[in-house]
């Protein structure tokens, strides 16, 4: 009889085989799901050290456009490859854009990992708070002879006509008298020849507290007017008593800030001499929209040139001694000027925007005198020369990411 | 007499090798399983370990310039459950170093360094920050 093999011979063995490879085969790809779960981390922190690294090649950028040091002679903020940590790099490409801005496309690598962001700076202007008490504004006594006319009306940009009340004409910590022919108008008021303090022109004894709490500490005006946080608050000058200690803490800029933007400009001089050779080099006269910083104690005579400048400017004269004296002061000057001291604003001088003295003592006989003519406007003032510093800083204006590739 | 062999049923010989079959696929799987549950574990720790570097470099970087080397130069942090390595010299998984060879661009390190069930790994983050 033939045998006739089982149709169940070897089913066993069949069923373990499908058995065993779905179970192996659920597990392997349980395993594949991990090791990608691995591998995406990875990749993560590859993705997350690229921008870092993008964002390394901008602050380096910015560094060199600080340092105004084109170290690679590539151009300014331009950087070629630099490795960042193992397998990581950055390449940098900075492009010139209006007047202090740079646009900067930084690529950061790591391993296969590639982004690349873009950001936009521009050279920081450090505001300057402008707050103007009269057309003269003086810590010591102030004297006027001859004809000099001091008007505290607001006087437009071109020295044409009047478009406001203004300030006062003068306003002094001391004395104030209106000597000779000399007039002084101000808080809308034409100038008065011989005025007086009942004429409301000028403001004498000037009191520089304002009994307000603005900076809400329970303490109305506790700070000293000098740059410095007197009540540790972290605000500097924020509710002040006193007459400004300098020229910087009268702008509540930081101290050496307008000696350090006349140094970029060139326009720091620390002698006569100096000043006198710049003057005759640009035709006699002073160009605007610049900010002239005069560190010697005697500046005579003063002579700013027949023509006015077309842009404002600000001139500083002022020693770290406080004792700077400027004498007979000729031309024509549109801006603010600045001074420790001041004697003798002469016969043809026209000033248009504001003068700030802050020696609290007399100088000399006379603030000013002859047929000269001071004019507050605060067009003037407000067009001043931005305080933007060749050293200063580079604040990011935009920041996006775009394709690495 | 002439013993019959069944035609039902299967042999010992069968049984045994299907055994065999499925304790291999078993053991394969076992261990597949657990290495899968390993990287999941060091990928749920690792991505822990970026959170909290990431978390530190942005602090870094919105942090006041001038206050970054003082404040931020050998500051160390732990990170949840994570362990240190054995024989950290402090203690903690997290450390920060910032280099101010240059002191306006500063060269910003953020370290996370733990124990695991094969030894120590560890990730790091680096950039540069500037005044601005």
Same mark, same amino acid.
């Given at each position: 009889?033939?045998?006739?093999s089982?149709?169940?011979?070897?089913?066993?063995?069949?069923l373990?085989?499908?058995v065993?490879?779905i179970?192996?085969?659920?597990a392997?790809?349980?395993?594949?799901?991990?090791?990608?779960?691995?591998?995406?981390?990875?990749?993560?922190?590859e993705?997350?050290?690229?921008?870092?690294a993008a964002?390394?090649?901008?602050?380096k950028?910015i560094?060199?456009?600080?340092l105004?040091?084109?170290?690679?002679?590539?151009?300014?903020?331009?950087l070629?490859?630099?490795?960042?940590?193992?397998?990581g790099s950055?390449?940098v490409v900075?492009?010139?854009?209006?007047?202090?801005?740079?646009?900067i496309?930084?690529?950061?690598?790591?391993?296969?990992?590639?982004?690349r962001?873009?950001?936009v700076?521009r050279?920081?202007?450090?505001?300057?708070?402008l707050?103007?008490?009269?057309?003269?504004t003086?810590n010591?006594p102030v004297?006027?002879?001859?004809?000099?006319t001091v008007?505290g009306r607001?006087?437009d940009y071109?020295n044409?006509?009047?478009?406001?009340?203004?300030?006062?004409g003068?306003?002094?910590r001391?004395?104030?008298?209106v000597n000779g022919s000399?007039s002084?108008?101000?808080?809308?008021r034409?100038p008065?020849?011989?005025?007086?303090g009942?004429?409301?022109?000028?403001e004498a004894?000037a009191?520089w507290?304002?009994?307000i709490?603005?900076?809400?500490d329970?303490?109305?005006?506790?700070e000293?007017?000098?740059?410095?946080?007197?009540?540790g608050?972290?605000q500097?000058?924020?509710?002040?008593?006193?007459?400004?200690?300098?020229?910087?803490?009268?702008?509540?800029?930081?101290?050496?800030t307008?000696?350090?933007v006349?140094q970029?400009?060139?326009?720091?001089?620390?002698s006569?001499?100096?000043l006198d050779?710049?003057r005759?080099a640009?035709?006699?006269?002073?160009?605007?929209?610049k900010v002239?910083y005069?560190d010697f104690s005697?500046?005579?005579?003063?002579?700013?040139?027949?023509?006015m400048?077309?842009?404002?400017?600000?001139?500083v004269h002022?020693?770290?001694?406080?004792?700077?004296?400027?004498k007979?002061?000729?031309g024509?000057?549109k801006?603010?000027?600045?001074?420790d001291?001041?004697?003798?604003i002469?016969?043809n001088?026209t000033?248009?925007?504001?003068?700030?003295?802050?020696t609290?003592s007399?100088?000399?006989?006379?603030?000013?005198n002859?047929?000269?003519?001071?004019r507050?406007?605060s067009?003037v003032?407000?067009?001043?020369?931005?305080?933007?510093l060749?050293?200063?800083?580079?604040?990011?204006?935009?920041?996006?990411?775009?394709?690495?590739? | 007499?002439k013993?019959?062999?069944s035609?039902?049923g299967m042999t010992?010989v069968e #049984?045994?090798?299907?055994?065999?079959v #499925?304790?291999v696929?078993?053991?394969?799987?076992v261990?597949?399983?657990s290495?899968?549950?390993?990287?999941?574990?060091?990928?749920?720790?690792?991505?822990?370990?970026?959170?909290?570097?990431?978390?530190?470099?942005?602090?870094?970087?919105?942090?006041?310039?001038?206050?970054?080397?003082t404040?931020?130069?050998?500051?160390?942090?732990?990170?949840g459950?994570?362990?240190?390595?054995d024989?950290d010299?402090?203690?903690r998984?997290?450390?920060v170093?910032v280099?101010?060879s240059?002191?306006?661009?500063?060269?910003?390190?953020?370290f996370?360094?733990?124990?695991?069930?094969?030894?120590?790994?560890?990730?790091?983050?680096?950039?540069?920050?500037?005044?601005?």
């Amino acid at each position: 009889m033939k045998r006739t093999s089982s149709p169940r011979k070897g089913m066993a063995l069949l069923l373990a085989l499908i058995v065993g490879l779905i179970v192996f085969a659920l597990a392997f790809f349980g395993a594949l799901i991990a090791s990608d779960v691995m591998r995406g981390a990875g990749e993560t922190w590859e993705m997350r050290q690229a921008l870092y690294a993008a964002e390394a090649g901008v602050n380096k950028s910015i560094r060199e456009l600080t340092l105004s040091t084109d170290a690679n002679g590539d151009g300014l903020g331009t950087l070629p490859t630099t490795p960042m940590g193992t397998n990581g790099s950055f390449t940098v490409v900075a492009t010139a854009g209006g007047v202090g801005e740079y646009t900067i496309r930084s690529l950061g690598q790591m391993n296969d990992s590639r982004r690349r962001i873009e950001v936009v700076v521009r050279q920081g202007l450090i505001p300057v708070s402008l707050d103007f008490r009269a057309a003269i504004t003086a810590n010591g006594p102030v004297t006027t002879l001859g004809g000099i006319t001091v008007d505290g009306r607001d006087w437009d940009y071109n020295n044409s006509s009047v478009v406001g009340g203004g300030v006062w004409g003068i306003s002094s910590r001391s004395t104030i008298a209106v000597n000779g022919s000399s007039s002084v108008g101000g808080n809308g008021r034409a100038p008065v020849r011989n005025a007086t303090g009942g004429d409301n022109v000028f403001e004498a004894s000037a009191d520089w507290s304002d009994g307000i709490d603005q900076d809400s500490d329970g303490s109305p005006d506790e700070e000293a007017f000098d740059g410095i946080d007197n009540d540790g608050d972290g605000q500097v000058d924020e509710d002040t008593s006193d007459f400004p200690a300098g020229p910087d803490v009268f702008l509540k800029i930081p101290g050496g800030t307008l000696q350090s933007v006349a140094q970029s400009m060139g326009t720091y001089f620390t002698s006569q001499a100096q000043l006198d050779a710049y003057r005759t080099a640009n035709g006699g006269s002073l160009p605007g929209g610049k900010v002239y910083y005069l560190d010697f104690s005697v500046c005579q005579p003063m002579d700013f040139g027949a023509t006015m400048n077309t842009t404002p400017s600000i001139l500083v004269h002022h020693t770290s001694a406080g004792n700077a004296k400027m004498k007979n002061v000729h031309g024509q000057f549109k801006g603010l000027l600045m001074v420790d001291g001041m004697e003798h604003i002469n016969a043809n001088t026209t000033i248009l925007g504001a003068i700030v003295s802050f020696t609290p003592s007399s100088v000399g006989n006379a603030y000013g005198n002859g047929g000269a003519t001071v004019r507050f406007s605060s067009a003037v003032l407000g067009g001043l020369p931005p305080m933007m510093l060749s050293g200063g800083a580079w604040p990011i204006r935009s920041w996006r990411e775009i394709p690495a590739n | 007499m002439k013993r019959r062999r069944s035609p039902r049923g299967m042999t010992l010989v069968e #049984i045994i090798i299907a055994l065999a079959v #499925i304790a291999v696929a078993i053991l394969g799987a076992v261990s597949l399983v657990s290495f899968s549950m390993g990287q999941d574990h060091e990928a749920k720790e690792r991505m822990q370990a970026m959170d909290a570097a990431k978390s530190v470099m942005e602090r870094i970087q919105e942090a006041s310039y001038d206050n970054i080397f003082t404040n931020f130069n050998g500051f160390a942090f732990d990170v949840g459950m994570l362990l240190p390595p054995d024989g950290d010299a402090d203690g903690r998984v997290g450390r920060v170093v910032v280099n101010n060879s240059d002191p306006e661009l500063l060269d910003v390190q953020v370290f996370v360094e733990w124990r695991t069930l094969r030894g120590k790994t560890g990730l790091s983050f680096r950039t540069l920050i500037t005044r601005r």
